[in-house]
Every structure is written in structure tokens, then in C-alpha cells.
């Protein structure tokens, strides 16, 4: 095994920022890569992989995006709220219509006072798992941890297939019969967008594939504080990360700085991001990075050869270049996200006695008289009620109809739910899935209030954890080939 060094990023952030409008340019192209020794042609922005976007707190954001692909395409800037320009948001269909093959888009928005971790990703059939993805971090100046690391640093999990989007979702996903909605495989796992893949496996792989890929390599000097940004970019795969011999300070989630929480591994979703500090005052070695891909396909045997140990390399300066015969340690102290608490953040008794809404959120798969995999939907709420609906992109952006008419009908396919500015709303979800399931909800951050199966008992927390993108519990003890039937529910009350 062989490895390459990563390019660490070392930001420096003044003591005082001055907002500035940031302009990039974007190029969205197929490109050919190898980020696990297979080389196949990827949808990649500039010909990166994980391209970065990073801007400062208050500034305003000039994104021209020029499609070079033959399919049309739109981006999201996931976690960002759009204050003013949800036009911006990026989700086909919803907000925007996509941008045609050769067609050019202008994102404009500012980012207001929100800071920390999130990315940005094509929202259009899926195609963010052909690479089309990155980090986007803003930058505070204010900081409440600036003095406490030295170096800035962001990493990204993904999952990794072989064939694109159009074809899993076509010849995998979406098919005849598959009305329990199994998922497709990934090939092999990916760190900072570097990973291995077996190419013994198929001889098809062989002619376009090396195996032993260089693992990516984060190198640290001894003493020295780093801020690592990690985002779990998949397509599905929940990782369990930790890195050997070495505390983990958790600091921030989704844009949300968090009381101080020293663990040893976290869990973290798709979508979801986390900061943690971590002191480079161990031994001088190398020590193994690990993100383990969770098994929720539960098979027997995986014939694409796909490896859940998914690593990197954390290297201390001066060390020799050679593999880490590093142990991975005993899980002592996971992260919690539900009681995760914001740094200087409400409280139970901040929270209103009554609220303005109150909506019980419900999914799953099917009926299974269906003969695709059609998910549905339920909510029960105080103003309106939507029953076993199911969403259809309509012809136009439902944000376009709304503007042009506000008390227009919009059909159950489009499934709306109305709420007023500046009230509250408690949310339940419960979906029955047999699967721990991330929920995000665009232009929003949400308190977690509750968590658990079936009973719904408070969380004990200092301060509540306030984030975009939370794991809802499985749907547990069930039967029929899923589990699904007649199982205990998992919800988050938010």
C-alpha cells in the first residue's frame, strides 16, 4: 500500500472580516478519474473532485455555473438558509428549473450570519453521486474555538459507485418488482476522495482499474491543534468514524457550534457535518484514519467486493512513509447527536407552552401492490392533513407557481404544507423504515427535542441540539422480508 499526501488548507481568518461579494466559476464537465484505482468518467465541477467553495461570514456569494454535461443539472447549497432568495436554493423543480446541457446559471445569494460546515451538491436525479459535490465553509471571525486549534482542515465520506446514477436508478433502483426498495451497492468507500477498490473482483474492472490505490494521507506536526471538518457527502452510507489512539473534540454540527464533547468515535449520516479539535500529542507514528461504512443491505456475500473498512492516514511529521500498525480503540464514548447540545443555546424552559403548528410526519415504501418503489407520505397536522401522498415533479417549479400566485391549488403529488413566519412548529417524524433514516429540512435549522422508539420521554441535555439533518431512529422488531411489518417505530420530535 502506497500513499499520497493531502493538500491541507490552512485558512487564516483576521480578526476582522469585512463582508466582500466572492465570485466563482464553476464548470461542470465529465471528466475521467481514479478516486479508488478504477478510472471511469465522473460529473466534476473544474475537474475536481470535492472542489471547495469558501467564503466569510456576511459575505455575499456569485456562483456562475456553466454546464458542460449532456443532461441538464441544477445545485444546492445544502444547509444554507436563503434568506430572502430562496430562488437560489437549487433543488430542481422546487425552486428553480434545471439548467440545460450548454446553458449557464447565476447563483446569487448572501450568506448571511451563518458560519461553519456544509456543502454544495447537484440536486437533480440523483446526480450528486456522480461526483458532482463539495465542501462549502464559511468562515466566522468570531469563532468561539478560533484560539483553541492552529490549522483548518476538511474531509470529506462518500460512497463510491462504478456506474452512474442514470443507470442505478434505472437499471438498479427503479424497477419492476423492487417494491421494497433495495438499495444499489456502492463500489468502495472514499476519504477525502481517495479510496481502494479490489480489482480482482471483475474482469471487466481490470482493463480501466490499479489496484492498491495511495490512501489519502492528512499529515500533522506534534503539538499542533487541528480543526477537521468532516462531511458525509453519500449517496447513503453512514459511516463510524474515529481515528486511533486520538480524543475527538466535537465542536460544531451542521453549522451549529456545540458545547465542547470529547468522543472517541461518531456517527455521522449522509449529509450531516461535524467539527472536532484534535491535539496532534500522541506518539510520532501513523496512525489509521477509519470511516466504517455501516451494512444496512444486510446480504450474505457481496460479489462487487465492496470492503466497509473504509481508511486514511493520519501522519505526524517525519515519520516514515509506511502503512500504520495502529489498533483500532475500544468504543468508549460515541457521539450522541440528539443531545449534542448548542454552545449557549435554549434550553427546555426557552420553549414556547404552546405552539403555532404541530405536524406528525410519516414515510415509507409502497403499498406493496405497487409495482415500483413509490415512497408515501402522511402528515397530520393542525391546518391541513396529506394522506398516503406521493410527490411528482411537476412541469413547473412549485416555487415559481407559488410567487406568481399564492392561493393557488397545488395537487397532492405536490404535497405542500403551509406555515406563517417567525411561529412555531413541532414536528414528529416517524417513518417506518427498517433502516436509521437522516432527515433534512431546506432553509431551516431545528431544535431536537425528542428521540427514541415508541415513548416519546425527553431528552436530558444541557442545550438542545439545534441542526439541518438528524437520524431518525429504524423501525424495529417487525417481520416480513424488510422487517418493516408491524415493527416499533424509531422517531425525533423536533
Not at 468562515?139 to 476538511?154: A, F, G, M
Not at 455501516?294 to 465492496?306: C, E, F, I, M, Q
Request: hydrophobic letters at 35%.
Amino acid at each position: 500500500m502506497h500513499f499520497i499526501t493531502a493538500l491541507v488548507v490552512i485558512v487564516a481568518i483576521a480578526l476582522h472580516v469585512c463582508a466582500e461579494t466572492r465570485v466563482f466559476t464553476l464548470n461542470v464537465a465529465y471528466t475521467t478519474v481514479s478516486p479508488d484505482g478504477f478510472a471511469q468518467p465522473m460529473m466534476l465541477a473544474n475537474g475536481e473532485i470535492d472542489y471547495p467553495i469558501v467564503v466569510n461570514a456576511g459575505d455575499t456569494v456569485e456562483i456562475t455555473v456553466n454546464n458542460h454535461l449532456n443532461v441538464s443539472t441544477s445545485l444546492h447549497w445544502h444547509g444554507l438558509f436563503q434568506n430572502g432568495t430562496p430562488w437560489m436554493d437549487g433543488a430542481s423543480m422546487a425552486t428553480q428549473c434545471p439548467i440545460k446541457p450548454g446553458g449557464t446559471f447565476l447563483y446569487k445569494f448572501n450568506v448571511g450570519k451563518q458560519t461553519g460546515t456544509y456543502w454544495w451538491h447537484a440536486h437533480h436525479q440523483s446526480q450528486y453521486i456522480n461526483g458532482l459535490r463539495g465542501p462549502f465553509i464559511i468562515n466566522d471571525p468570531k469563532d468561539p474555538y478560533l484560539s483553541q486549534y492552529d490549522y483548518d482542515v476538511t474531509m470529506t465520506l462518500t460512497d463510491f459507485f462504478h456506474n452512474g446514477s442514470a443507470y442505478l436508478l434505472s437499471k438498479v433502483f427503479y424497477i419492476p418488482n423492487n417494491t421494497n426498495a433495495f438499495e444499489p451497492l456502492p463500489d468502495s468507500g472514499l476519504i477525502g476522495g481517495v479510496g481502494q477498490y479490489n480489482c480482482s473482483v471483475s474482469q471487466a474492472h481490470n482493463k480501466n482499474c490499479v489496484n492498491n490505490n495511495p490512501l489519502k494521507k492528512y499529515t500533522v506536526k506534534p503539538g499542533k491543534r487541528y480543526r477537521f471538518r468532516i462531511i458525509n457527502t453519500a449517496a447513503q452510507a453512514r459511516y463510524l468514524f474515529s481515528i486511533d489512539g486520538h480524543n475527538l473534540t466535537v465542536i460544531e454540527s451542521d453549522g451549529v457550534y456545540t458545547n465542547p464533547t470529547v468522543v472517541n468515535q461518531i456517527s455521522i449520516h449522509t449529509a450531516q457535518r461535524y467539527s472536532f479539535i484534535l491535539t496532534a500529542n500522541e506518539t510520532c507514528s501513523n496512525y489509521w484514519i477509519r470511516a466504517e461504512m455501516v451494512d444496512t443491505w444486510g446480504l450474505a456475500s457481496y460479489p462487487n467486493g465492496l470492503n466497509f473498512d473504509v481508511r486514511a492516514i493520519l501522519s505526524y511529521a517525519g515519520t516514515p512513509n509506511e502503512d500504520p500498525t495502529t489498533s483500532a480503540a475500544t468504543v468508549t464514548t460515541a457521539l450522541n447527536p440528539y443531545t449534542l447540545g448548542e454552545l449557549n443555546g435554549l434550553t427546555t424552559d426557552d420553549l414556547p407552552d404552546n405552539y403555532n403548528d404541530t405536524l406528525y410526519f410519516q414515510f415509507q415504501y409502497g403499498p406493496p401492490t405497487y409495482e415500483y418503489p413509490i415512497a408515501t407520505i402522511d402528515i397530520e397536522g393542525d391546518i391541513e392533513s396529506v394522506n398516503n401522498g406521493t410527490y411528482i415533479v411537476p412541469s413547473v417549479p412549485t416555487l415559481k407557481t407559488f410567487l406568481q400566485d399564492p392561493n393557488f391549488n397545488f395537487s397532492a403529488t405536490i404535497n405542500p404544507y403551509y406555515v406563517n413566519n417567525e411561529e412555531w412548529a413541532l414536528t414528529s417524524v416517524n417513518p417506518i423504515d427498517s433502516m436509521e433514516h437522516p432527515f433534512h429540512l431546506h432553509g431551516h435549522s431545528f431544535y431536537v427535542l425528542e428521540a427514541g422508539k415508541l415513548l416519546h420521554a425527553p431528552l436530558t441535555t444541557a442545550t438542545l441540539a439545534r441542526r439541518d439533518t438528524i437520524q431518525v431512529p429504524a423501525c424495529t422488531g417487525g417481520k416480513g422480508s424488510t422487517g418493516e411489518t408491524g415493527c416499533t417505530q424509531g422517531f425525533v420530535d423536533m
